[in-house]
C-alpha cells in the first residue's frame, strides 16, 4: 500500500509501482503465450487474452468440502475462512487491477466443476474443448 494509508487499508486503485509491476508481468505472460502452449491458472488471464482467437477460457468451480478436501491432502492446512479468505482477495485483486468481476459467466467460454470430474477429467475435458475449440475456426 501507499505510505501514510491506515494499517490494512488498500487504495482503490494500482499506483505507479504496481501498474509497471503489472505490466511487466503481462509482457512475460505474452511473451511465454507466443513460444509456447501454457496454461494459465487465476488473477484474470481471461481480460488479459480476451479476444484472442483459439483460446479457452474456462471457469473452474468446486464445492467447499471438496477444495478442503484437497487443501488436506495437500498438507496445506488451510481450513474454511483461509479458503474463503483466499477467494476474495482474488476477486479483490482483479477488480482493482482489471476492474472487472470474475465471478460473471460471460468472461467464461464455459464453467467446469472439479469436484464433478476430479482433476485429471477437468483437465481431460478441457483438453478436448480447446480441441474442438480449434477445429471450429
Given at each position: 500500500?501507499?505510505?501514510?494509508?491506515?494499517?490494512?487499508?488498500?487504495?482503490?486503485?494500482?499506483?505507479?509501482?504496481?501498474?509497471?509491476?503489472?505490466?511487466?508481468?503481462?509482457?512475460?505472460?505474452?511473451?511465454?503465450?507466443?513460444?509456447?502452449?501454457?496454461?494459465?491458472?487465476?488473477?484474470?488471464?481471461?481480460?488479459?487474452?480476451?479476444?484472442?482467437?483459439?483460446?479457452?477460457?474456462?471457469?473452474?468451480?468446486?464445492?467447499?468440502?471438496?477444495?478442503?478436501?484437497?487443501?488436506?491432502?495437500?498438507?496445506?492446512?488451510?481450513?474454511v475462512a483461509a479458503l474463503q479468505r483466499r477467494e476474495r482477495e482474488r476477486r479483490r485483486i482483479v477488480r482493482r487491477h482489471l476492474g472487472a468481476d470474475i465471478t460473471r459467466d460471460e468472461h467464461y467460454d464455459c464453467v467446469l466443476r472439479v469436484d464433478?470430474?476430479?482433476?485429471?477429467?477437468?483437465?481431460?475435458?478441457?483438453?478436448?474443448?480447446?480441441?474442438?475449440?480449434?477445429?471450429?475456426?
Amino acid at each position: 500500500g501507499k505510505l501514510g494509508a491506515g494499517a490494512g487499508t488498500v487504495p482503490d486503485t494500482p499506483d505507479a509501482e504496481e501498474r509497471a509491476i503489472r505490466e511487466a508481468t503481462e509482457g512475460i505472460i505474452w511473451h511465454l503465450a507466443f513460444r509456447e502452449n501454457i496454461v494459465l491458472l487465476g488473477h484474470g488471464g481471461q481480460f488479459l487474452f480476451a479476444g484472442c482467437p483459439g483460446l479457452l477460457h474456462v471457469r473452474l468451480l468446486a464445492s467447499l468440502e471438496y477444495r478442503l478436501a484437497t487443501a488436506r491432502e495437500q498438507g496445506t492446512g488451510r481450513g474454511v475462512a483461509a479458503l474463503q479468505r483466499r477467494e476474495r482477495e482474488r476477486r479483490r485483486i482483479v477488480r482493482r487491477h482489471l476492474g472487472a468481476d470474475i465471478t460473471r459467466d460471460e468472461h467464461y467460454d464455459c464453467v467446469l466443476r472439479v469436484d464433478a470430474f476430479g482433476v485429471e477429467g477437468s483437465v481431460a475435458v478441457g483438453e478436448m474443448m480447446h480441441g474442438r475449440r480449434r477445429s471450429s475456426l
